[in-house]
């Protein structure tokens, strides 16, 4: 079965802090991993995929099929990452996107 | 302005009524999306379609219905069925379903309180 697990509902760090915000997955095939944020009183859009290999925001995430893990890391935390992040996994054509529970990234100065 | 809208945004509804919520997109996708918004619970699927004429369940259709009439609209429908229908919903879109195509475009959602 196809699955996502972020085993942190909520992420505290202070200001210049490094941040790695955890995604677990499970999945039979090869699936494609993004990253979802979701701003205060702003649309749910997306930050990263791992197809691209980018760096958006200072963020970066690794897919590690070994451990099956796509976690989330800044190396140095701003105030105005604070927001909710998701990690989700689409699978073969015709499935819709699968997200996991979230976590609420807080930083503080 | 191209986009997902979704209304309205706030909903109130009494219990025993059915409700409907609106998406439409003028992004030209293929692929259409209702997701529900839960405290803790992260994006749970409702429906999702990948065409015209057509549609799948999710993880929680029950309670749930919906049409795609028209390549731009998806609206949902939360019936009486529902056991706990207040939540925050989230309608999206994209190119089509699967594989590289999991960019999705996300409206500003739609609350809805049974009272």
């Known amino acids: 079965a196809q699955r996502v697990t972020q085993p942190e509902k909520l992420l505290s760090v202070f200001k210049g802090a490094p941040v790695e915000l955890k995604c677990n997955y499970s999945?039979?095939?090869?699936?494609?991993l993004f990253w979802y944020v979701q701003y205060s009183r702003q649309r749910l859009q997306l930050l990263l995929r791992h197809i691209s290999r980018e760096s958006i925001k200072g963020f970066t995430a690794d897919l590690n099929k070994g451990e099956t893990s796509f976690h989330l890391k800044k190396p140095f935390a701003q105030e105005e990452d604070s927001a909710m992040y998701y990690c989700a996994l689409s699978g073969q054509a015709g499935t819709a996107l699968i997200f996991g529970k979230g976590t609420t990234l807080s930083v503080s100065s | 302005d191209g986009g997902i809208t979704q209304s309205p945004k706030y909903l109130f509804r009494k219990e025993g009524q059915n409700v409907t919520l609106s998406c439409e997109q003028n992004?030209?996708?293929?692929?259409m999306y209702w997701y529900r918004q839960d405290p803790g619970q992260g994006l749970r699927l409702i429906y999702y379609?990948?065409?015209?004429?057509?549609?799948q369940k999710g993880d929680i259709a029950e309670g749930y219905s919906v049409s795609r009439e028209k390549k731009e609209s998806f609206p949902l429908t939360v019936t009486s069925a529902q056991k706990n229908p207040t939540a925050f919903y989230l309608c999206?879109?994209?190119?089509?379903?699967?594989?590289?195509?999991?960019?999705?475009?996300f409206g500003e959602g739609s609350r809805l309180t049974v009272l």
């Open positions: 999945y039979s095939g090869s699936p494609e």
């Open positions: 992004l030209n996708h293929d692929a």
């Open positions: 999206a879109s994209s190119i089509r379903t699967g594989g590289l195509s999991g960019e999705l475009f």
């Open positions: 379609s990948q065409i015209v004429n057509d549609f």
